[in-house]
């Protein structure tokens, strides 16, 4: 295994500034073992875009950021055609206004939105690992570093998997995860209720079990389920309703069942975030900073979640959610997966670390503090001719 050696700044003065010179993208693609269903969606790969930011001073930043599949080609040109070539000779240190540079990428109203954003997300995070390193501290402790380490989490117990409920569980169980996820509103209420109380009786007490619907239910169907299942110690309930009408709806399953409910994800930004809470709609916030404009809007967010006493998680990507985590007060668990449903993290990433009593360490390497295995990177390497 042959992790990818960056140029850093440490045990020396750091430098003044930072001078963009280049941008690199790297786009993976990997197979998944099985197709993996929720409610309403199913997918057959993962991946991703690398993305490197080059100065003249010698310091790289390096990010891989966003579950993208198909879009990624129109991500990367994104990012060499709108938003590379206005970065080229700033001071990679103004993060501030290196966002605000790439924000117009944002801006075409005749393509997915969202396209742009996750572009934006790539060039952010890897401009936030490239400052950190310059500076010789890793991200959690440069955006607050409240703790040095998390409690994670598997996202699991798929429709359709081979494994059963209580063999997912103990999967979990013997790795040391703090708890686990599973997927409802593929069925009626009745029948993922039963599932969700054979998690619980497998996994037993101090055991995390969150549901997430995919925005899979009605209010009513939603509400019937939380309370079938209120007596399990359900942690909360992620996107239980459609998305028409989500703000109101969260809102109602979340005083009707009296459940915890966690909804954020789907928002384009921080202020879509912070209506949720202004409409008493949520108790956690899993906005994901990889698909909405990168660290510095899910920073904005974490903030603003805090005047409303909202918990947050980032959704997926715990190469940049862990830190994110770490230096919030109010940070709640890393949320990822098993090998089969995440093979980047589990092997793009040569020094992962490992779960102990629920939780992992924080590298005290510079920036984000991953070093990338060169030979995955060779294996799933895709090219799309935008670079």
């Not at 490992?354 to 799933?380: H, M, S, T």
Request: charged letters at 25%; a negative charge; one cysteine or more.
């Amino acid at each position: 295994m042959t992790a990818v050696q960056t140029p850093v700044l440490t045990g020396t003065p750091a430098a003044s500034s930072l001078t963009i010179t280049h941008v690199e993208t790297i786009p993976l693609r990997v197979p998944l073992a099985r197709t993996y269903s929720g409610s309403f969606y199913w997918m057959t790969h993962r991946s991703t875009i690398i993305t490197r930011i080059y100065t003249e001073e010698g310091v790289v930043g390096e990010a891989y950021v966003g579950d993208e599949d198909a879009a990624n080609e129109y991500i990367e040109r994104i990012i060499h055609q709108e938003i590379a070539p206005k970065l080229i000779g700033h001071d990679g240190y103004a993060t501030e206004r290196l966002w605000e540079i790439s924000r117009p990428a944002t801006f075409n109203i005749l393509r997915d939105r969202r396209l742009g954003l996750v572009a934006q997300s790539c060039v952010d995070t890897a401009l936030w690992d490239l400052k950190a390193k310059a500076l010789g501290v890793p991200l959690w402790k440069l955006w607050g570093g409240y703790r040095s380490e998390v409690p994670i989490i598997w996202t699991g117990i798929y429709y359709g998997s081979e494994l059963s409920i209580e063999d997912e569980i103990a999967r979990a169980r013997e790795v040391g995860l703090a708890g686990m996820k599973m997927k409802v509103a593929g069925q009626t209420p009745e029948e993922d209720a039963a599932r969700f109380i054979r998690c619980r009786k497998a996994a037993g007490d101090n055991f995390i079990l969150v549901s997430d619907a995919n925005q899979g239910w009605t209010i009513q169907e939603a509400v019937r389920y939380a309370k079938l299942v209120q007596d399990y110690d359900l942690y909360y309930f992620e996107e239980p309703v459609y998305w028409h009408n989500d703000r109101r709806a969260l809102r109602d399953v979340r005083y009707k069942a009296g459940v915890d409910v966690c909804a954020g994800q789907g928002e384009f930004s921080h202020s879509g975030a912070r209506d949720l809470m202004e409409t008493g709609s949520i108790d956690v916030c899993n906005f994901d900073g990889s698909w909405s404009a990168g660290p510095t809007e899910w920073r904005r967010m974490a903030a603003t979640a805090l005047s409303y006493d909202v918990r947050v998680v980032h959704h997926e990507e715990p190469q940049v959610g862990s830190h994110l985590l770490a230096s919030v007060p109010n940070g709640e668990f890393v949320d990822t997966f098993h090998s089969d449903r995440d093979p980047i993290w589990n092997g793009l990433v040569a020094n992962r670390p490992q779960v102990k009593d629920g939780k992992i360490a924080l590298p005290d390497k510079p920036g984000l503090g991953w070093e990338l295995d060169e030979d995955f990177i060779a294996k799933y390497r895709i090219s799309f001719g935008n670079d």
